[in-house]
């Protein structure tokens, strides 16, 4: 009867995991509102006070639009499937958190795969700036979700370990 309760909230948190992602970006996603908007305000005053743009502004703020447009795609496209979270959890909180450690490591370091990262728009997937923005974002998602993973299978293992003591 003790092993059932932590076995369901391990199912439990790890069901959770999925919810997580929106929560993390959150604040990331404000920062890449307000910088769009710093970026959109100052060509708008650029634009009011008729002073020419020369063409490496004017390209270097299209660079930042598309850098921006990629980050918030990434945080609304990308879900993070195949990231190796959900088993990362597990085995933290199955051996231990030192030996749940080397899955969250390996999962980490690895870029998400082209299939999984979900870019809708073929135009802007040809781009680089858009691309290697998307990808980076993707990877930072998926590092948020994999070291969640091991953070929450590593208190089902100390809660267990306390249970059974």
């Known amino acids: 009867m003790k092993l059932q309760f932590p076995v369901f909230l391990l199912f439990f948190l790890l069901m959770q995991l999925t919810n997580a992602q929106d929560f993390v970006s959150a604040n990331d996603d ?10 959109e305000a100052l060509h708008d005053e650029l ?21 921006m447009q990629a980050i918030k795609d990434a945080q609304n496209n990308y879900q993070g499937k195949n990231s190796g979270a959900v088993w990362t959890g597990v085995a933290a909180a199955l051996t231990s958190p030192v030996l ?9 370091s690895a870029a998400p795969s082209n299939k999984n990262l979900r870019i ?6 040809n781009d680089y700036d858009y691309y290697t923005t998307y990808r980076k974002e993707a990877k930072k998602i998926k590092e948020k979700r994999n070291w969640a993973a091991y953070g929450i299978g ?8 306390l249970l059974t003591y």
């Open 100 to 108: 749940g450690f080397i899955p969250a490591a390996i999962t980490t």
């Open 30 to 39: 404000l920062t890449a509102i307000d910088y769009e908007l710093y970026y």
């Open 154 to 161: 590593s208190a089902v293992w100390f809660f267990i370990l």
């Open 47 to 67: 634009q009011k006070n008729e002073i020419e743009i020369d063409q490496d502004d004017q390209s270097a703020l299209n660079t930042k639009k598309i850098k």
């Open 120 to 125: 809708n728009n073929e135009k802007l997937q």
